[in-house]
């Protein structure tokens, strides 16, 4: 990535692609930290808020998660201490998982905007090479074709880097919305029912942010390298010669190779798969309900 911006320092209009991309990468960050704050916001207001009479006599506790301390807790200095340390580690939790998505969205989006450099230099690849800069043919589509290579290069790391954390979260993902889903439908009708739903739907709703990041990070990267092949084959490749539109060729032949990420390299991860996890979800549920 630094190599990219340290690229775009001489054009204009690079620059402005790969800085609108940044912008909407930040815009999104903050957005998904907010959320996952709230998230943890709700789930322990109700325990923080709570007063709680603590005795030498109280053995019933409320915790925000279920723990065992290995001492007596006979002082509400103690039990607030205890409740301020299990805060801190949800926070830290969720904000972790946060940064995680953010930084699969911000390295496809930026990859995102390199291929938008790239069309845009597609187009204004003419017969007599780029006037407004005196590159010649070669010279441009050779630097189209090296700036081609650097994007397939760049999505490959980020497949490699989140592969297995994209099977992690799938499998893990899959099972918290069958069991949060469980929570809320068999809590319906309980004295607490508001309260706990209320404590759940953020986290429901996180959790499924999570995974639809995944399978939008890749859907979206496979639609953006198709429009490379489209780009090149709208440019005026008719008006070139044999040897210089064969350059050509040879891109739209890279770009049929989909630009994917993958959940550990088993599935590809779409909207399709999304779909897939909500069914597979449902399918849980049901199971767990006709268990009951």
Not at 56 to 61: E, R, V, Y
Not at 199 to 210: K, M, V, W
Not at 214 to 235: D, Q, R, V, W
Request: hydrophobic share 45%; charged share 15%; proline share 1%.
């Amino acid at each position: 990535m630094k190599k990219d911006w340290s690229d775009c320092a001489n054009d204009d209009i690079s620059m402005r692609k790969t800085a609108s991309k940044a912008k909407t990468s930040e815009r999104i960050t903050k957005i998904i930290l907010i959320l996952h704050t709230m998230s943890v916001v709700s789930f322990s207001i109700g325990v923080i808020l709570a007063n709680v009479d603590v005795t030498s006599n109280t053995t019933d506790l409320i915790f925000l998660t279920k723990i065992e301390v290995p001492f007596d807790v006979n002082t509400q200095r103690t039990y607030r201490f205890i409740l301020l340390t299990e805060l801190c580690f949800i926070f830290m939790m969720a904000w972790s998982s946060g940064t995680t998505n953010s930084l699969l969205l911000i390295l496809t989006l930026h990859t995102a905007g390199q291929i938008n450099i790239l069309r845009y230099w597609l187009t204004q690849l003419t017969p007599s090479g780029n006037s407004s800069k005196g590159e010649s043919l070669a010279a441009a589509t050779t630097k189209i074709i090296e700036k081609h290579k650097k994007i397939i290069c760049f999505s490959k790391n980020i497949e490699s880097l989140y592969t297995y954390i994209a099977l992690v979260q799938f499998v893990s993902n899959t099972l918290m919305i069958c069991t949060l889903a469980f929570l809320v439908v068999t809590t319906i009708g309980s004295p607490n029912a508001t309260k706990q739903i209320v404590r759940s739907f953020f986290f429901f709703a996180i959790t499924n942010l999570e995974v639809y990041i995944f399978c939008f990070a890749g859907e979206y990267l496979k639609n953006k390298n198709k429009e490379i092949g489209f780009a090149a084959y709208n440019s005026a490749w008719y008006d070139m010669k044999t040897k210089d539109s064969r350059a050509l060729l040879f891109i739209m032949l890279i770009s049929q190779k989909q630009l994917t990420l993958t959940a550990g390299k088993m599935v590809d991860l779409s909207l399709q798969s999304f779909t897939s996890i909500i069914n597979a979800s449902g399918s849980f549920l049901s199971m767990l309900l006709a268990m009951r």
